[in-house]
């Protein structure tokens, strides 16, 4: 399985990327910790839960470090509009 290594702006590896024969990707932190996967046959990655994050790879987007990225994805934004039941 080949593995990339994410590493913060001060070069301390912050998390990897292992890549399956069947070309899932596995995301870990720097504790080795399940983050996050992308599924290619689904199209999908999903969170360290098994809950759907977005459609196609989004463990790391272009300039973007790992752990900020899959962090952000395990909180719950809030509402923009929320209805009150009347």
């Excluded at 080949?2 to 870990?28: F, K, L």
Aim: charged share 25%; with cysteine; proline share 9%.
């Amino acid at each position: 399985m080949p593995i990339e290594y994410i590493s913060d702006s001060h070069q301390h590896i912050s998390g990897s990327i292992e890549t399956t024969g069947g070309g899932t990707r596995i995301a870990y932190n720097k504790d080795r910790e399940r983050v996050g996967r992308f599924d290619p046959k689904a199209n999908r990655t999903y969170d360290a839960q098994c809950r759907i994050v977005g459609t196609g790879d989004q463990l790391t987007p272009a300039g973007r470090e790992l752990e900020p990225q899959i962090g952000a994805r395990h909180q719950v934004p809030p509402l923009e509009n929320p209805r009150s039941p009347d």
